[in-house]
C-alpha cells in the first residue's frame, strides 16, 4: 500500500545530531531539576517614594504638634522677671502634665497666661512662693511665709518693695520672678493669686543655648 521507510542507524545518528545542531543553533538551554529563573524586582516609582516621604513627614509633624500640645512645651524666655534663674533668649521645657496627679509645690517654676489684660494673654514665667491656705507677706523686700522669714538664694538683686499680707484660697498660687524688682508679679495683680487650673505646665530644664543647659525640675 505504502511505501515503507527503513532508516539504519547512520541514518538516525544523523538526524539526532541535526537535532541538536539545530537546538544549539536557536539557543536552547536546559535547566537543572529545580531550578527557577530569578524574578526581577521592580523599580520603585518616583511617585511612590514621594508619597511615602510626604506620609512619613506628615506623621513626624502630627506627633511633634501633639507632643507641645499635651506632653511638653518650649518655651522662650522673654523678659528679665526671672533672672539670672533664666535669663532673656533662654529656652526651657514645660512639663504639661506635672500637676494631673500631683499639687503645685513652693520653689515650683510655672507657666501660665497672663491675668493682666494689656497683656493679652501672653504667657509668662514666675515661681511658685506660696499655695493654698499660705499666708504670704513682703516685708521691704524679705518674703514672710506663715509667719517665718524665707531664705531665697535664688533672687536677684535688691527688692525694697512690701505686700500683704494676704491667704490663698484653696486651688491657687502666688507667684513672683526671681528679679523681685523687675517682674510684674501676683504683688501687681488685680487678684494676688493664679487658679491651679490656669498653670499650663512646670518648667523642668533649659535646653538652650547649651552652655545653660540645666536640669532644675
Not at 523686700?141 to 500683704?164: A, C, H, K, M, R
Request: net charge negative; aromatic share 8%.
Amino acid at each position: 500500500m505504502g511505501e515503507e521507510i527503513n532508516q539504519t542507524p547512520a541514518d538516525r545518528g544523523g538526524a539526532a545530531e541535526s537535532d541538536e545542531a539545530s537546538g544549539e543553533s536557536h539557543g536552547a538551554t536546559s535547566l537543572e531539576p529545580g531550578y527557577t529563573t530569578p524574578k526581577r524586582k521592580r523599580p520603585r516609582s518616583l511617585a511612590r517614594s514621594i508619597g511615602e516621604l510626604i506620609v512619613i513627614v506628615a506623621s513626624a509633624v502630627i506627633i511633634a504638634y501633639l507632643m507641645q500640645l499635651l506632653v511638653v512645651k518650649p518655651f522662650l524666655i522673654p523678659s528679665g522677671s526671672m533672672e539670672h534663674t533664666l535669663d532673656i533668649g533662654d529656652r526651657v521645657l514645660v512639663f504639661r502634665q506635672a500637676y494631673r496627679f500631683s499639687d503645685p509645690q513652693r520653689g515650683d517654676i510655672i507657666v501660665f497666661p497672663s491675668p493682666l489684660p494689656e497683656d493679652h494673654g501672653e504667657d509668662l514665667i514666675k515661681r511658685i512662693i506660696a499655695v493654698g491656705g499660705d499666708t504670704v507677706q513682703v516685708i521691704r523686700g524679705q518674703v514672710i511665709l506663715n509667719g517665718q522669714p524665707q531664705v531665697e538664694p535664688y533672687v536677684n538683686g535688691t527688692d525694697t518693695s512690701s505686700f500683704g499680707p494676704v491667704t490663698i484660697p484653696p486651688g491657687n498660687v502666688f507667684l513672683m520672678g526671681d528679679n523681685r524688682a523687675d517682674s510684674k508679679d501676683s504683688r501687681f495683680w488685680p487678684t494676688p493669686w493664679l487658679s491651679e487650673q490656669n498653670i499650663i505646665g512646670k518648667a523642668f530644664m533649659i535646653y538652650w543655648p547649651l552652655n545653660r543647659l540645666t536640669w532644675f525640675g
